[in-house]
């Protein structure tokens, strides 16, 4: 998953991701973008954490109201890898 021009427009979520839901995600739509990153980041397998774009993440991690370890760990990761965590 891209931010910008390349976002697309509809995703099709894993069941494991995403259970509750049997349409698309419009990525486009930024309540629906990150909550899929949350949900990404909550019960993604190591593939689907790949597809994100951590530019996008490190924008987002304050407001996605992770569990306090799982925000340390991501706000430790992007800091280490120069996506500053706003």
Known sequence: MTTGGGTPQAVYP???I????????????PFQRKWYVRQVLL???????RHLDLEMVASLLDDLHLPPPLHRLWKQFLGKHR???R
């Open 18 to 29: 995403v259970w509750s839901v049997e349409r698309p995600l419009n990525l486009s739509d």
């Open 43 to 49: 019960h993604g397998r190591s593939e689907d954490i």
């Open 14 to 16: 894993p069941r494991y």
């Open 83 to 85: 996506h500053v965590a």
